[in-house]
């Protein structure tokens, strides 16, 4: 998974990089940034040496966001059917309080796992792979460079020979 973020700040050999909160973010919060908030920050060891204000492209393993969901999300889901499963026989009261405690259990050990475990493996880091040119004009010079892109004088003599 490849996502372009700017660079927020810069700390010794880390940075603190903002992304655009994708539409699949609305109603999550598992970020705890308010709704408000157009971005998600994620901190990143600096390879690059970007500065504040650099356009930058981070790659994640797909092992790695495939692990993140299904820890975040199959993995607490599994433990409460389980809790579930063992207490429906009990009292209902017992059984809903068992089966929300799970719950939070699960999530608390999800984010120790992620902690202690998954943050201290390098596979599961995300990295940065490219600064990228954000300014329009470098865009279109690297794109001129290339041959992709038309340059405005080119556009123009192309259409005046095509009204001929």
């Known amino acids: 998974m490849r996502e372009v973020g700017v660079v927020h700040k810069v700390r010794g050999t880390f940075a603190t990089v903002r992304f655009d909160r994708k539409t699949a973010c609305e109603n999550c919060n598992m970020c705890l940034k308010p709704r408000e908030a157009n971005y998600v ?10 500065k504040a204000g650099d356009s930058v492209e981070v790659a994640m393993g797909d092992r ?8 975040v999300y199959a993995v607490p889901l599994i433990i409460m059917g ?3 499963s063992v207490t429906y026989t009990l009292d209902i009261g017992i059984c809903l309080a068992a089966t929300f405690g799970s719950l939070i259990l699960a999530f608390i050990a999800v984010a120790l796992i992620d902690k202690f475990v998954i943050r201290q493996k390098k596979e599961y880091a995300p990295t940065m792979i490219a600064i990228v040119n ?3 004009e470098d865009k279109e010079q690297n794109a001129v460079a290339a041959g992709t892109v038309e340059t405005e004088a080119e556009a123009e003599s192309t259409s005046a020979h095509a009204e001929e």
Not at 41 to 50: D, G, I, P, Q
Not at 64 to 71: D, F, I, K, R
């Open 41 to 50: 920050e994620l901190r990143v060891k600096n390879t690059l040496s970007a």
């Open 64 to 71: 790695a966001v495939l692990t993140a969901a299904l820890l």
């Open 82 to 84: 389980i809790v579930l």
């Open 134 to 136: 954000a300014d329009k």
